[in-house]
Structures are given as structure tokens and as C-alpha cells.
């Protein structure tokens, strides 16, 4: 029965890791590029944006991140309708199959809060994006100055 046993373990194995090769990972089609954090002052919250490519041939969709430099990363949505801005979380983003989603200032974001130790301008903060699948992405984002209002130099990944 031992002897059994040990020469099923192998198999099995192998058929697990043939089980999950045979489906890759949202996060395995996804390219992060042009991202970058722009810090506010004192204890206000940060804006984190990102420019996600989906190179598969499946939609993906953005559920989540995380950062070990916040304590809170939400994903969040602003709008503005008859003059009035708005902001809400939203529970996730899609990025279409061959296409791209954009993160950026006056649309989807992630808001950032409570830094810890506090960021300051060039700093560079990791960021794990979470997809509905459970798959992650580790993203390097580039802090920049309240004022910026594009990614500028930021990395590409």
C-alpha cells in the first residue's frame, strides 16, 4: 500500500500542474504601464493610477490592491455630472480582451490612505492588483507632487 502510494504521488502531481498551466491567470495577460501616485499633503489620501493592457483573449477584471506602504487601497470611480464631481467606490473594472483600461485622474483610481512610513515625491511604492480570478499583479508606482497631472517619467512594466 505505501509502495502504491508513493508512485501515485508523482502522477498526481503532474496532473495538477497540467490542470493549472492549461488556464492561465487574468493577471498573466495584463501589462501595467504609466504608473504613478500623486500625494496630497499631510493625511489626505493619495490618487494611484495606471494605464492596464489586456494582451488575452478573455476580459479580466480588476477586483482589488493592496500595499504594504497603505493601509487602505480602494478602487474607486469620479464623475461629474451638471457641474457636480463625484466619487464612489466601485466593486471592479474590466479590461477588455485586447484592449485596454486607463486609471486616471477625473475617472477610475485608486485611493490610497494612511501611509505608513509617509511618501514623498520620486519614491517608488509597490502595488498588488487583485483580478476576479485570484491571480495578482505586482505593479512599481511612482509618486509624484500634487500638482502633476500626468504619469510623466513613469515606469513601465
Known amino acids: 500500500m ?7 504521488l508523482p502522477l498526481l ?3 495538477l500542474l497540467l490542470a493549472t498551466s492549461a488556464h492561465a491567470g487574468e493577471a498573466e495577460h495584463i501589462r501595467a504601464s504609466h504608473a504613478w501616485i500623486r500625494i496630497l499633503p499631510g493625511d489626505l489620501p493619495a490618487g494611484a493610477y495606471v494605464v492596464l493592457e489586456n494582451t488575452g483573449d478573455q476580459p479580466a477584471t480588476l477586483r482589488s490592491a ?3 506602504r497603505y493601509g ?3 478602487l474607486h470611480k469620479s464623475s461629474s455630472e451638471g457641474g457636480v464631481s463625484r ?3 466601485v466593486e471592479s473594472l474590466v479590461i477588455p480582451a485586447h484592449g485596454e483600461a486607463e486609471l ?11 501611509a505608513n512610513p509617509p511618501v514623498k515625491p520620486g519614491d517608488e511604492v509597490k ?4 483580478f476576479d480570478d485570484g491571480s495578482t499583479l505586482d505593479t512599481d508606482f511612482v509618486t509624484r507632487p500634487a500638482n502633476a497631472t500626468d504619469a510623466g517619467d513613469a515606469h513601465q512594466h
Open 127 to 130: 502595488l498588488t492588483l487583485h
Open 87 to 89: 466619487m464612489a467606490m
Open 2 to 8: 505505501i509502495i502504491r502510494t508513493a508512485r501515485a
Open 66 to 68: 493592496n500595499s504594504t
Open 13 to 15: 502531481a503532474t496532473g
Open 72 to 74: 487602505s487601497v480602494m
Open 104 to 114: 486616471a485622474p477625473g475617472g477610475y483610481h485608486l485611493m490610497m490612505g494612511k
